[in-house]
């Protein structure tokens, strides 16, 4: 996997109570112009974007964990963010190694900023930690 350090969310981020993630992407404000090209976000256009959610570290006292896909008006997500997309994981799935990967990120993200948020299900984790972000292109390789 290739990783750029400016769109990514965490950075072996340890997760042991519900957060969200370290760092957010600005996606900047719609309609702003750039050389020329006004940013948009179409409902029904779908662009490719590899997005990875990799666990660096075995999770430990947790029932599961649930990640989110959110985008807000601003930047501590914390205002009406808006849940994109959702799947929970099962303590016995979050082990160093287990990569969760996206071919591309949901559509109508209306947001200005893009963060995970991760939801903690039982008990506080004692252990556990994730680096997640947009990749140059997600591996399907067999992880057995």
């Keep these: 996997m290739i990783l750029d350090k400016n769109t990514l969310l965490?950075?072996?981020?340890?997760?042991?109570?519900?957060a969200i993630s370290e760092n957010v992407i600005d996606l900047g404000v719609l309609g702003t112009t750039y050389d020329g090209v006004a940013l948009s976000r179409k409902e029904g256009t779908l662009q490719k974007v590899p997005f990875l959610?990799?666990?660096t570290a075995d999770f430990a006292t947790l029932t599961s964990l649930t990640?989110?896909?959110?985008?807000?008006s601003v930047a501590g997500l914390s205002s009406?963010?808006?849940v994109h997309f959702s799947q929970v994981i099962a303590v016995a799935d979050l082990v160093a190694g287990k990569k969760i990967s996206y071919?591309?990120?949901?559509?109508?993200?209306?947001?200005?900023?893009?963060?995970?948020?991760?939801?903690?299900?039982?008990s506080n984790a004692t252990a556990g930690n994730i680096t997640a972000g947009v990749?140059?292109?997600v591996d399907h390789a067999y992880q057995g």
Excluded: K, W
């Excluded at 071919?103 to 039982?122: A, K, M, S, W």
């Design 10 to 18: 965490s950075d072996d981020q340890a997760v042991t109570a519900t």
């Design 53 to 55: 959610v990799q666990v």
């Design 135 to 137: 990749v140059a292109a």
């Design 67 to 72: 990640i989110s896909i959110e985008s807000d």
């Design 80 to 82: 009406s963010p808006v």
């Design 103 to 122: 071919d591309f990120l949901p559509n109508e993200i209306t947001g200005r900023y893009l963060g995970l948020r991760y939801t903690v299900t039982g």
